[in-house]
């Protein structure tokens, strides 16, 4: 009784650390079914909390002008528990996406987008819920451009369009979209893209600006 209620509040710093990492709004109910599933081992989850508690001490320390070091140090300690968890549970998408985190927040972006290749991947992509799979479609987007904006460009419309499938309430995914797509040349579809975004989330400055510039350029034309 004591080692699971410790796992209990283990998971609660665990919603709270998470749902500011990748947008995961409905997250913490996920995460609640998750805990019940009977595949996963008790150890399992401690190693997937203990990481994710780290990832939060590592981004935490990331905005600290002196705190590269102990980021580093505990981004490194995050990928290392994501590690034992995925031994332990291979199948389960989490601890992948955990270990992307930490290694994009350690700037290795390659081995990051590996790994969510793996989360998004079957069978494991089958441990994810639809807004869970949306949110890791719309990180592995932003890994393919910080990359290589120009040449991984068609990739990360591709996965913008997977996120958008499976949450049409991505507002941040729609906005990205629309980014894409002006890059590629497609101003209509950049601008549908935008006007969705705004329409979810109206205080999106990225999208406002975009339209705004679109709307003066079709005028001066």
């Not at 320390?61 to 995925?86: V, Y």
């Amino acid at each position: 009784m004591v080692a699971d209620s410790s796992v209990w509040v283990q998971a609660l710093v665990l919603l709270l650390a998470l749902a500011g990492f990748f947008g995961l709004r409905s997250f913490p109910k996920h995460v609640m079914s998750r805990l019940r599933r009977p595949s996963l081992s008790l150890q399992s989850r401690r190693h997937f909390f203990n990481g994710a508690q780290l990832l939060a001490r590592a981004r935490a320390s990331s905005n600290k002008s002196s705190g590269s070091r102990s980021t580093s140090a505990l981004a490194r300690s995050a990928c290392d528990e994501a590690d034992r968890a995925i031994a332990l549970d291979p199948r389960d998408a989490a601890p992948h996406i955990l270990k992307a985190l930490a290694l994009d927040l350690l700037g290795r972006h390659h081995p990051a987008l590996r790994s969510l290749d793996t989360a998004l991947a079957p069978p494991v992509c089958k441990s994810l819920e639809p807004r869970e799979r949306a949110d890791a479609h719309l990180k592995r987007a932003e890994l393919h451009l910080s990359l290589n904006r120009r040449r991984r460009l068609d990739q990360a419309i591709a996965d913008l369009l997977e996120a958008v499938r499976f949450n049409s309430e991505n507002a941040k995914a729609f906005c990205l979209l629309g980014e894409c797509y002006e890059e590629k040349g497609l101003p209509d579809e950049a601008r549908r893209a935008y006007e969705t975004a705004i329409g979810i989330d109206e205080s999106l400055i990225i999208a406002n600006e975009a339209l705004r510039k679109m709307s003066s350029a079709k005028v001066g034309s």
